[in-house]
């Protein structure tokens, strides 16, 4: 996880995310698609610039090439809550280990560096991928915000879910085991799944 430089990691996000045949990717964030570099380049220099959402580029610590995004927002350190959020995925970090740990990264910084009591996970309630990804990441799902946002000009009911710092030193545990190389076969395949569906 690198704070997030449209110089630096630019290239590589538009790779993954950017151009036509990228565009269902952006189906559930609040921008998008990108169906040219200017726009994009417009929307990075954008997020670089704020404060809340904190933006991060995920980058193959291999190839040094960035192969999507995730933030920090509504960031309250008074009552010490803290949401990810506007995750970017391409296709090389979908389902992938480097996403799990990702996601795995951020949790630690923000339960373990920064204190933080409450990590809160927010998704248009109609993503069932979003939905299936936090619950197997430990979050607890806490009900649906019925026509919360306008999103792209159309109703979300916005489905909320949390882990508190109580739950975190036993997820903690559960990602660093999932993490481990013996827990993957010569193929790259785990072995335990990181939470049983």
Request: with cysteine; charged share 25%; glycine share 8%.
């Amino acid at each position: 996880m690198e704070p997030l430089d449209p110089d630096t990691h630019g290239d590589g996000i538009w790779k993954a995310s950017g151009g036509e045949a990228n565009a269902h990717l952006w189906q559930w964030m609040p921008d998008g698609p990108f169906p040219d570099r200017e726009g994009f380049d417009t929307s990075l220099a954008n997020k670089k610039a704020s404060e809340d959402p904190l933006f991060f580029a995920i980058v193959d610590t291999v190839t040094g090439e960035a192969l999507g995004m995730a933030s920090f927002l509504r960031i309250d350190p008074r009552h010490r809550v803290i949401e990810v959020g506007s995750i970017m995925y391409g296709p090389a970090l979908q389902r992938s280990r480097q996403g799990t740990e990702a996601m795995f990264l951020m949790m630690r910084y923000a339960f373990d560096e920064l204190g933080y009591r409450r990590y809160e996970w927010k998704c248009n309630a109609l993503n069932e991928p979003s939905r299936r990804a936090a619950l197997r990441y430990g979050f607890q799902f806490e009900g649906i915000f019925r026509q919360h946002m306008i999103i792209k000009g159309q109703n979300r009911d916005t489905a909320w879910f949390s882990i508190l710092d109580s739950e975190w030193p036993t997820l903690k545990a559960g990602f660093e085991r999932w993490l481990d190389p013996t827990n993957f076969d010569a193929t790259g395949n785990q072995l335990t799944p990181l939470r049983k569906s």
